[in-house]
């Protein structure tokens, strides 16, 4: 079975498959994908650099993903010509991953997505957990773990999926608005939950 785990900007995604990971639970986070994607090397990371200019690349020809960032919220067809180019080089390899990762032998596997509902992912999966804190709460963590500004931070928050559409497309919820004794508990309950469904499966 693949699990897919979303949840919006701050809401402790990592966190959270991090705790179903020493249930011996593997996964694999969709924004690293996206990552390998625009290596250097790589046709997507090119694609960009012959439509964006060296702007857009570090000295040492990696992406320069917060000037990329910059300039997808700030003209929006920009946003969708980069998701024509990565999409579906990041679903093709996440696809690879997954096949490799349900060979290893664990119950089920985790599919860690932003973007899980947005990006049309969640049709990879059997079963959809959302991670849900409020939108402030989303807003202060992020701005306390990235170097963003305000304004960035509510532009993605306005990109992504509305947080009571995000939890009414959910099989599971899981509030991390509180400690992580309290997360841990919840992961403890679903992960008992999936491995019975799994093995009467």
Do not use: C
């Amino acid at each position: 079975m693949i699990v897919g785990l979303t949840g919006g900007i701050g809401s402790g995604k990592s966190t959270v498959a991090r705790a179903f990971g020493e249930r011996g639970i593997p996964w694999i986070d969709a924004d690293d994908v996206a990552r390998e994607v625009v290596a250097p090397g790589e046709p997507a990371l090119e694609a960009i650099r012959q439509r964006h200019g060296e702007a857009v690349l570090h000295d040492d020809g990696t992406l320069n993903r917060a000037r990329l960032r910059e300039i997808i919220f700030e003209q929006p067809e920009e946003r969708a010509w980069l998701e024509s180019v990565t999409h579906p080089r990041v679903r093709e390899r996440i696809l690879a991953h997954l096949e490799r990762l349900k060979g290893e032998g664990a119950p089920y596997v985790l599919l860690v997505s932003p973007l899980l509902f947005e990006s049309g992912q969640d049709a990879l999966v059997d079963f959809t957990v959302v991670i849900d804190i409020p939108e402030q709460m989303q807003l202060s963590r992020t701005l306390k773990r990235d170097d963003v500004s305000e304004t960035q931070v509510r532009a993605i928050l306005a990109a992504q999926m509305p947080r009571d559409e995000r939890r009414a497309r959910a099989d599971a919820v899981i509030d991390n608005s509180q400690d992580t004794a309290h997360m841990r508990h919840q992961v403890a309950k679903l992960d008992e939950r999936l491995r019975a469904a799994e093995s009467s499966a």
